[in-house]
């Protein structure tokens, strides 16, 4: 016999009380049963956000470090090719011994420009494409006149350092003519 029996028996309750105090209860069992899923599933959800958002930060530090890591091999190939480029310029630059010509080429930020006295040989074959002028490097601002070969592998590796450079290239026979004259 449960404590609302006793009660009932005893006269202390009547059956429409006893019938109430019964829903009640299950009403507050089914309340806490509830409440206990909530929690379970609040406790799941609330673990599924915590590693979400630590996969999240993972992932930022990840693509930080790769974005890192692309700036550093930047950096490394804008140096190899800065080095090299000197390399390239100081092993192949063609002698400039003073001369009465003067030819005039762009400075390195193209907003001007400068001259260089060179022979008249040299002048000519820098007008005929024969010669090219190249910037040697920012540390050290001094002009060299270089072969086109060396002047296509500069252009490969730093194209903006090429002052000077005729493609096209000219008569030799109408320029000769033109002194003649």
């Known amino acids: ?15 429409k009380r006893a019938e109430q105090a019964a829903r009640e209860q299950k009403q507050a069992q089914k309340q806490a049963q509830g409440q206990q899923i909530d929690k379970a599933t609040r406790e799941r959800e609330e673990a599924a ?5 630590r996969l999240e930060r993972e992932a930022e530090q990840v693509r930080r470090r790769k974005e890192a890591d692309a700036r550093e091999a930047e950096r490394v190939a804008a140096t190899r090719a800065l080095l090299s480029s000197r390399a390239i310029l100081r092993q192949n630059r063609v002698p400039v011994r003073g001369g009465t010509q003067r030819f005039y080429h762009w400075s390195p930020d193209r907003r001007e420009c400068w001259k260089l006295s060179v022979t008249e040989w040299m002048a000519t074959d820098l007008r005929c494409g024969r010669l090219a002028i190249a910037w040697l490097d920012d540390d050290n601002p001094r002009v060299v006149v270089i072969d086109p070969l060396t002047a296509n592998r500069i252009e490969a590796i730093r194209p903006e350092l090429i002052l000077f450079r005729n493609r096209g290239g000219i008569d030799t026979d109408a320029s000769q003519q033109l002194y003649e004259d």
Not at 1 to 15: H, I, P, S, T, Y
Not at 49 to 53: C, K, L, M, Q, T
């Open 1 to 15: 016999m449960n404590l609302r029996d006793q009660l009932l028996k005893a006269g202390l309750v009547d059956k």
């Open 49 to 53: 956000r915590v590693e979400r958002e």
